[in-house]
């Protein structure tokens, strides 16, 4: 889903799961103007499970997405 936060100020994301096993999540950005998904890391971004954390935003993350991969023993599903 779209978020419209305005410079400075944190971010939130967070999703549901259902799963019989307990899954995995690898959460992924894509900068504006790039074709590859990057893994998120770094002192700004907090990810706990199915939720994501952005500290402070700046004008440099407009335009950029994010999704997470979810992975239990049937399989990977990602949301964006």
Known sequence: ADRLVNDGHPAHFSFQ????TQPTYRWQRLRTGNSEWEDISGP?????????AIEQVSLADSGDRFRCL???PMGTTVTE
């Open 17 to 20: 799961v259902t799963s019989y």
């Open 44 to 52: 700004v971004y907090f990810t706990t499970g199915n939720s994501l």
């Open 70 to 72: 979810i992975t239990n």
